[in-house]
């Protein structure tokens, strides 16, 4: 668990960034409609989140810098007997405060009559505009009304910036409490894995081999995937991000599962392709090789003081030589990869970040320019290849087979660490573990 000690930590590190007279306010998650009035399990905003720990919707943050009367205050339903006993136990306001850390709290209700009052006289504001159409306007609503009071002697804060710039920033670097949470999602996940290539077998149903994933994360207390999981045989391999599960797994086919937990707001992101009978054919073998071997490639890219697309050229490299040597396609190397003629096989990144969001925040580029890698950035390394079932231009025997390998991996002072290690890669690897 993250401490209390470690929200307070991260608040005072934005704060500290903060100009002199600003504001920040942050909105929690809002309560989504999945059918008619029940929703879908409640997912705070990893920013929300990340500052405080509070886990309810309809809650807001603000945090003032250097005010004598309490820095971090709390906006939060208030405590209910008969809602608690309908939907659920709630903090309420003297919740907020014992157990958040929050200088002070007022119920939601409140916001209209208080929130003013702290924006009023603050120089900035620091918000994520657009990502809450209904609290933007009634941000604005606030501002407006302390600028009609202008003859009264009232000052309407006069300018707004991203929030998202500095504490996305923070987000990217990971503490070691943060590191230790993603280790786990990682073997957590890692140990899914493993499930499911014990499980499978032909005849089987994708969404059987989902149910196995799932239950393994569940039963190890990360209570939900950090994404939809994707389980892909035989040609749904080829859609990345295919999410239907629906497919029954054949004989001489592979099976492509994307699946990641996430254990305590943190994800892990992990990708395995097997054959559903347990052993490869020849031609899976041949391109799984080449991706393994890109990855591999991209793993030794990844490290303080590269930048973020050495390990993407990396995999271009192996992957465009791989398919020029199975006759995938014909011609120079270095003129292939200049014209990205690998771009019909392998079309996406080779990773991403990594964190509370599968699909962290952080800048890839900084002036224009890749950024280079530090100690503390975790990031997926992920290469594919996908034959499309239609491709006219190879041999029938590469059509439709659908590869992709993806490991979780954090750079740290002494050089990097595989987060999700723990299940196997290699073709006798996994055959050898399909067969136990
Ligand atoms: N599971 C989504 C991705 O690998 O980026
Ligand atoms: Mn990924
Ligand atoms: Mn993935």
Redesign the pocket.
């Known amino acids: 668990m993250i401490t209390p000690q470690e929200f307070a930590r991260r608040r005072r590190d934005l704060m500290a960034m903060m100009s002199a007279n600003s504001i920040a306010i942050l909105t929690a998650a809002p309560e989504r409609v999945r059918s008619r009035d029940t929703y879908f399990p409640y997912r705070q905003d990893s920013d929300f989140q990340y500052l405080c720990g509070f886990p309810e919707p309809e809650a807001v943050m603000v945090l003032l810098p250097k005010r004598p009367q309490g820095e971090f205050i709390l906006f939060c339903r208030e405590r209910d007997r008969s809602r608690e006993i309908w939907d659920g136990y709630r903090a309420g306001p003297e919740g907020a405060r014992e157990g958040y850390g929050a200088d002070d709290a007022f119920p939601i209700t409140d916001i209209d009559d208080i929130l003013p009052g702290l924006l009023e006289g603050r120089d900035r504001v620091y918000y994520a505009l657009g990502r809450n159409r209904s609290f933007d306007g009634q941000l604005l609503d606030w501002i407006e009304g302390i600028r009609a009071r202008a003859r009264t002697g009232a000052v309407a804060p006069d300018e707004f910036v991203d929030l998202d710039h500095l504490l996305h920033e923070m987000r990217l670097f990971k503490s070691a409490k943060e590191l230790s949470l993603m280790r786990k999602a990682g073997a957590i996940s890692a140990r899914a894995h493993c499930r499911a290539m014990q499980a499978a077998h032909p005849g089987m149903y994708e969404y059987q081999l989902q149910a196995e994933i799932e239950h393994a994360f569940a039963t190890e207390g990360a209570r939900h995937p950090a994404y939809g999981s994707i389980v892909g045989g035989g040609d749904n391999a080829c859609v990345l991000h295919y999410v239907e599960n629906g497919a029954q797994l054949q004989d001489d086919k592979l099976v492509l599962i994307d699946a990641g937990c996430e254990y305590q707001h943190y994800a892990a992101?992990i990708t395995r392709t097997f054959p559903v009978n347990g052993r490869f054919s020849g031609p899976q073998k041949a391109l799984y090789e080449v991706v393994l071997e890109a990855q591999r490639a991209a793993i030794e890219a990844v490290r303080a003081g590269n930048h973020w697309d050495e390990p993407h050229k990396a995999t271009v490299r192996v992957i465009t030589a791989g398919l020029v040597e199975l006759g995938l396609l014909k011609g120079e190397v270095e003129e292939l990869i200049a014209k990205g003629a690998y771009t019909d096989f392998y079309m996406h990144r080779a990773?991403?970040w990594l964190g509370m969001d599968?699909h962290d925040v952080g800048d890839y580029k900084v002036d224009g320019q890749w950024r280079l890698l530090e100690p503390g950035m975790v990031m997926?390394v992920?290469p594919g290849i996908y034959v499309a079932p239609d491709n006219r231009k190879v041999a029938n025997k590469w059509r439709g087979i659908g590869i992709r390998i993806?490991d979780d991996v954090a750079i740290t002072r002494k050089g990097t660490e595989v987060l999700t290690g723990d299940v196997p890669k290699t073709i006798a690897d996994i055959e050898h573990l399909m067969a136990s």
């Open positions: 992101d990773g991403h599968v997926t992920e993806e």
